[in-house]
């Protein structure tokens, strides 16, 4: 049960403080707390201290929590500046004591403030950040793939479409990959922005302590004009039958980022083609992903886990409902419901046939009543109010509002995280 505690000092910390941190960070993550030079250099040359909050209880760290400035991709390609929680630990002698609280507090005031549209996070459980606010707003899910089983023509050497694919380096992929993935993210709603820091983890220019560097293969697909349209990145293990009479391995994809589908379904292909791999691990992908399609035998690709992934905190309703597109002109009054009072109100939604929208707070009668997080949860055009409905998550003041959220709301393809952070 939660008990106010205010001797325990909930502040952001300072530069010396930052050994305490990641010893309570490793701590929380269950990780071994010992603490390397190395951690402590590369902790301080990318976290804001100004936005890296900790708990202290006689003077010994107990709680964490980071946030840093992160663009998140709405429907119809706007970035909007995001709030992006990261590192939320709180020691196990002082759960439930109301640190976690506290922390969100302090920062999504902060947010608030200074002016960001949503939070992101990732969930580590799904109980813990409803009541904030959040809700899950993309899913994602894994396949493994039979390769025999797909009924792809084993004597395919390469894509037949003019394009083709390369094998690269590292280097290469620190050249050609952040500009890829600009367009790959701008034009993939739920998606965030990748720093060059991401890169550098990603290709061994910047190695951690905690993750022993092992160098993937990366894979390049190019358009029939030059264009580079999709990147892979895969490792592979070395498995075989009793006997060495069979080749067992597995590919195990990190990240593949493609902005055609051309391009995703060379690599998948790619992935299916190279000899000795048996087993395609997907990594994370769209919850709607079109790879099982690109396959002959859908059913060669089983999904082996689907989950919420990114949730979102909504901070300001009208520049949120108004960075995004509507695929049709329509009209819907809420009645958004925010217990910490940092974004709710009743507002008017008005989305043109140009696929543009308005949003105004008003006095007209509500339509619908939703919480701030069910409003997270629409938002990106994932989920559907007529089920929110049907859960009693969302009240109808209007016979058939729901409907037309699903209209409004609502998108063709799913929204999408890439990634992890
Ligand atoms: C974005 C990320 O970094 S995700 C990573 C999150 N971190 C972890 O999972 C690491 C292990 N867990 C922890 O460190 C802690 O348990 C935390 C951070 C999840 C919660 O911290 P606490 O200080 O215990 O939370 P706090 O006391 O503020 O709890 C607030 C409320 O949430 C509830 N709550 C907190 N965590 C959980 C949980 N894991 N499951 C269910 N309810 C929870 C509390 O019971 C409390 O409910 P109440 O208001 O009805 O009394």
């Not at 429907?75 to 969100?104: C, E, F, K, Q, Y």
């Not at 559907?384 to 063709?412: C, Q």
């Amino acid at each position: 049960m939660t008990r106010p505690e205010p001797h325990i000092d909930v502040r952001p910390i300072t530069v010396a403080d930052i050994p305490d941190w990641i010893r309570a960070l490793n701590t929380g993550f269950l990780r071994t707390p010992d603490v390397t030079e190395t951690e402590i250099a590369d902790r301080a040359s990318y976290i804001d201290p100004t936005r890296t909050l900790a708990a202290f209880d006689t003077g010994r760290c107990v709680a964490t929590f980071r946030s840093f400035a992160q663009e998140l991709t709405a429907v119809g390609g706007t970035p909007v500046p995001a709030d992006a929680i990261s590192n939320v630990t709180v020691t196990p002698t002082h759960r439930r004591r109301g640190l976690l609280t506290r922390m969100m507090t302090h920062d999504l005031t902060a947010a608030k403030a200074r002016g960001d549209v949503v939070a992101t996070l990732i969930a580590a459980e799904y109980p813990i950040y409803g009541r904030y606010g959040f809700g899950p707003a993309t899913w994602t899910a894994q396949w493994t793939i039979d390769v025999p089983r797909t009924g792809l023509d084993p004597r395919w050497s390469g894509p037949d479409d003019g394009g083709r694919i390369d094998l690269v380096d590292p280097a290469d992929v620190r050249k050609i990959g952040p500009e890829l993935y600009e367009r790959v993210r701008r034009a993939q709603p739920g998606a965030v922005d990748r720093d060059d820091r991401w890169w550098q983890v990603q290709t061994g220019a910047l190695r951690l302590d905690r993750s022993p560097w092992t160098e993937p293969f990366f894979a390049v697909y190019r358009s029939a004009d030059g264009h580079v349209e999709g990147l892979v990145s895969y490792t592979a293990d070395d498995h075989w039958s009793d006997g060495k009479k069979q080749p067992l391995n597995t590919a195990t994809v990190n990240w593949l980022n493609t902005t055609t589908p051309a391009a995703e379904r060379n690599l998948w292909r790619y992935l299916c083609s190279i000899d000795w791999i048996m087993t395609v691990k997907c990594g994370w992908r769209a919850p709607d992903d079109l790879l099982p399609f690109f396959l002959p035998d859908p059913r060669a690709a089983g999904i082996t886990s689907q989950a919420d992934w990114l949730w979102v905190r909504i901070l300001d309703v009208v520049r949120a409902l108004e960075a995004r597109t509507y695929d049709r002109a329509g009209t819907l009054v809420l009645e958004v419901v925010d217990g910490a009072g940092l974004a709710g109100g009743r507002f008017r939604l008005e989305a043109a046939a140009d696929g543009s929208a308005s949003c105004t707070p008003t006095t007209a009668t509500a339509e619908l009543t939703l919480d701030i997080a069910d409003l997270a949860t629409l938002w990106l055009g994932d989920e559907s109010a007529v089920r929110l409905a049907a859960l009693g998550r969302v009240r109808e003041e209007r016979a058939g509002a729901a409907v037309v959220a699903d209209a409004l709301l609502r998108t063709s393809r799913r929204p999408w995280c890439p990634d992890v952070f």
